[in-house]
């Protein structure tokens, strides 16, 4: 039985000679686990086959580039790998092999019932979801490896029914556009249009819309194995991205308001490389959640089976910030004060300056949604901001309307930022922000005192403690002649765990970065600095932010580019590893 | 090819390659580049400057006075001050495998020092443009996964450049660690 497992099984390995594999001596696991994408898929038991698959791409659908180039093996940064499929004018493809899965996707891994019934075989069944534990197949296993019949026994699953849905609007929004591009045709077209007109092309476009949205939903397959999420997509052009769950940086589940409406929600992981087609939207609410605990779980090195018993971790909530004082926080912002006196002023400038009322509208829109963001849209996006712990990260909820739930596993953060505002010193307040690698969220905690936010801090960088003020060495004095007053705010610290940068003179910001996260040392020196005897020396870290040390002595400075060189790379040694539970 | 342990990531480095570095700790062994590259860049400075001036000779001498024909030591100047700067930019540039990481420390006024760890590296790449191969030239660029690593070598032998590229994948193979 040659079924849609061989055609994977090929595309896998298709794109395993591709990319040059990165190999980390570091996990020495690493061949093993990628073991059962090797060996010849075995037919997974339930999946009834189409034969009709073409034997893949075949070798190397893309080399590594011209010939000069080389690899080091540790291709972290390799994410996702595209593995493209033959774009085989396949329609029996992906159609009737989905016999397992019923029409209502959500009820989908309900139906496990055939895993217990294999358990016999020691098919652990390995993509269901966490929350149906209904019953497990029999043999223990405990490495997460050992069962390669199961890595390519993959059982694929839909996203939710709803999903069509979010494309419904895209026929709508053509036709605006087409009317807002040229305004005197769309009034012409509409005098001339009639009832029957009317009627002709909504029988028409619904339909229409109606069939797009049921093939991109119906040729939409997603799958978890041992090692990789699967997402399996497109009717024409077909993509297939295999995405490594030892590389997931961090897990986000967001419920935009219509989908909490709905009881819906998008997935979303952020594995370097990955952008917003390799988001899962959309699941149920439940489904998401389940899976989000099970990736979580693998991720983390439990067996396959063990995953989805695991269920989601317990978590310990640390601290919740209150909406009065995340609304007082925001109004001891200066930026939010900036954008609303900008709005209000500037177009009252412009039209005594003026009088033409476009201009005015022109620069006045713009100016009012800048101001309505950073105070109202700040205020509802982080309301309710609510930051717990659990074994398999940390987890961040937060939203009044679109509610977001992101998950941070632990050692995945490159640099952190304490953020103190003027006005917020005499509260002791700081704004916690992160930067993780192929992550856009940024932000730990809205608002917090300094002390919680500290200990917050230190269980996103294990071991390190926030320095002081008093710790921070500030620049030689001469530096004052460099950058006048402003040197003040600048600082430096260096502990075993972490390089700490502070800067700023109002709004003060200390930049943590942890040595085994720093990716190369820079020092630089303009003429001007380099007369005063002063240097800079800058640290750049894999979420491509650098983070510098501004006015240091040159000596000084010297110094730090090799000691820090020297703790960048030995500070990896004691790094977690990939997977941080196995 | 031999991939070492995370165990010797050690002071000691393994002489893989003809040119064994000084251990670390110690003070680098730097290395400058050949003087193909200086010879490249000021052969294109003569070109361009030397057709801008006799531009500037000419022409204005032809349509205005033959005085205009002093506009020529405009860029006569330039040429002999881009000789000069050329010059001293070539000097500064020099790079130092250690044991560990590559230093690369160039620039005059606007001095700049990096050191990437071998562990780190992505990527190594060795580029030649149709100009460079003329002059028997490749340069070699380290990518991190931080994008503001800049970490380029221009101007170097192909076969020097080739043995860097090998040696620095190797060693990163044996030290590697990721993000």
Known sequence: MTGPGAGEGTTGRAADAGRSVPRSPAAPGDAAREKPNHTPPEPPAP?????????????ATHSTGPEPTTVPPDGDTTGPQPATAPPDGNTTGAGPDQAPVPGDGAKGPTDGAKGPTGGGTGHPSPARPAGTSSGTPGTPQHEPDASPASADGVVE???????????????????????????????????????????????????????????????????????????????LFRRTAHIR???????????????????????????????????????????????RAELLARAAGFAPETAHEVGEAPARQLLRVPPGVLAVSLLLTGATWGTLLAAAVVPTLLWLA???????LATALPLVGAAGASSAGRFVGEYDWTVAESPDGLRIDHGLLDRAHETVPPGRVQTVRLVQPLLWRRRRWVRVELDVAGSSNSVLLPVAPREIAESVVARVLPGVTVPTAAELSRPPRRAARCRPLWWRGHGLAVTDAVFASRHGLLRRSLALVPHAKVQSVRLTQGPWRRALRLADVHVDTGANKTVAARLRDAHEAAELLRSQAERSRTGRRDAPPDRWMA | ?????PDDTGTTGIPLAPHPAGPAGEEPVWTGLPPGLLRMRRLLLVVWLGLLTLAAGVLPALFLAPGWAALALLPLALLAWGWVMLGRNWRSWRYAERADDLLISRGVLWREETVVPYGRMQLVEVTSGPVERHFGLASVQLHTAAAATDATIPGLDPAEAERLRDRLTELGEARSAGL
């Open chain 1, 245 to 291: 769950l030892e590389r997931i940086q961090a897990i986000d589940v967001t419920q935009p308001l219509l989908a909490r409406v709905a009881g819906v929600a998008k997935l979303k992981l952020d594995v370097i490389g990955t952008g917003k087609k390799d988001e899962l939207a959309f699941l149920g609410a439940d489904e998401a959640r389940a899976l």
């Open chain 1, 354 to 360: 003026t009088h033409n009322l476009w201009t005015v």
């Open chain 1, 157 to 235: 699953r839909r996203l939710h029914p709803v999903t069509p849905l979010r494309r419904a609007w895209a026929p709508v929004a053509v036709l605006v556009g087409w009317a807002v591009h040229d305004p005197d045709q769309a009034q012409r077209q509409l005098t001339r249009l009639t009832t029957t007109h009317l009627l002709i092309g909504l029988a028409v476009l619904i339909p229409a819309a109606a069939l797009y949205g049921f093939l991109t939903w119906w040729f939409t397959h997603y799958a978890v194995t041992g090692t990789e999420l699967r997402i399996r997509t497109g009717l």
């Open chain 1, 47 to 59: 999946t009834p086959a189409p034969a009709t698959h073409p034997t893949g791409p075949g070798p």
């Open chain 2, 1 to 5: 090819m031999e991939t070492g342990s």
